[in-house]
């Protein structure tokens, strides 16, 4: 099996496994507030460090490259309130400019 | 018949136009997955399977990074612990058995039990329409738009000639933004880029971004 092919297997079957775990214990459980707390913490710290990777990282090396301009578009146009697509689209847009350019 | 209540009218309301905007974020990772080098149909078994959008940009993120399989699937599940979260909320509200049960699993995510925990104010029923509703209307629209993204960026071949790269991390910052409400979860943020950039020459590809949900143990598990 390819490594793509596990991933999402073992992501899918993980995902559903977790849904149905809440449903599946007895309600005080999971409900102490550090655990809460902590839950909350959890998605911006790994979506954070995605960020960073994703467009700072090549393999193991750290380069900056047109997706860094990307970024810098993606953070003003989220500073302005801007709604999701129009970042994503502001950002790939600046990248490819700059890519193209160099 | 009788007349729909004011009170479903804005439940459906808030159920469609969630449903319709996440529409959008399945776009995004449609084109990030095939961008990321998963096939159509793996990207669209993502969709329809994994069903949460955060653990499912996680994996592509970590594997297009370089990173195992392993580290992908990891990554994805501390994402995705929030859903345990979330039944453990929904569950003595939607009081479901059987099949129903195992379904209502299936959708419990951000969007429903937002939703749902949204219309408290007008009862339990109003709350279990909205759940249902966002659940099942967010799993129809993110699986159109994924295979519609999938599809999309499959046409456009080098996804740095079309910026695809850099639009997968502003989907991760678009993902974020909206979590940083306090000073702590800004300077948490930033600790986290930094430490991944860190450990990135250090350490195979993925485990940086997992190393850092040791910063959100240290945090969140503190004393108060």
């Known amino acids: 099996m390819s490594a793509m092919w596990l991933g999402v297997i073992g992501t899918s079957a993980a995902a559903y496994a977790l849904k149905l775990l809440g449903y599946s214990v007895p309600q005080n459980f999971l409900s102490h507030p550090r655990v809460q707390r902590t839950n909350t913490l959890i998605p911006i710290v790994l979506l954070s460090a995605l960020v960073a990777v994703q467009t700072f990282a090549v393999k193991s090396k750290l380069e900056i490259d047109h997706r860094a301009m990307g970024l810098v578009v993606a953070t003003v146009a989220l500073k302005f309130r801007a709604p999701f697509p129009v970042v994503v689209v502001l950002a790939g847009l600046t990248s490819a400019l700059v890519y193209h350019l160099r | 018949m009788p007349v729909v209540s004011a009170t479903a009218k804005s439940t ?92 209502a699993a299936h959708v419990t995510i951000d969007e429903s039990t937002g939703v749902a925990l949204s219309q408290e104010k007008h009862g339990q029923d109003a709350m279990r329409a909205g759940f249902w509703m966002t659940g099942l209307g967010v799993f129809l629209f993110w699986n159109l738009f994924t295979l519609a993204g999938a599809i999309g960026a499959k046409a456009m071949g080098n996804p740095a000639s079309w910026g695809l790269d850099a639009a997968v991390p502003a989907a991760f910052l678009g993902l974020v933004w909206p979590r940083l409400t306090s000073p702590l979860d800004r300077t948490l943020a930033i600790s986290a880029m930094a430490l991944a950039l860190a450990l990135t020459p250090l350490l195979p590809a993925g485990l940086p971004i997992i190393a850092t949900a040791f910063l959100a143990l240290a945090v969140g598990m503190r004393k108060q």
Do not use: E
């Open chain 2, 12 to 103: 459906i309301r808030d159920s469609l136009s969630v449903s319709l905007t996440v529409g959008a974020y399945g776009i995004a990772f449609g084109a990030a997955s095939v961008a990321a080098g998963f096939s159509v149909l793996q990207s669209c078994i993502l969709s329809l399977v994994t069903f949460s959008g955060a653990s499912q940009f996680a994996l592509v993120g970590v594997m297009s990074s370089g990173g195992t399989a392993l580290a992908g699937i990891a990554t994805a599940s501390l994402l995705g612990f929030r859903n345990s979260l979330y039944g453990l909320r929904m569950s003595p509200i939607l009081k479901t058995k059987g099949l129903k049960r195992l379904l």
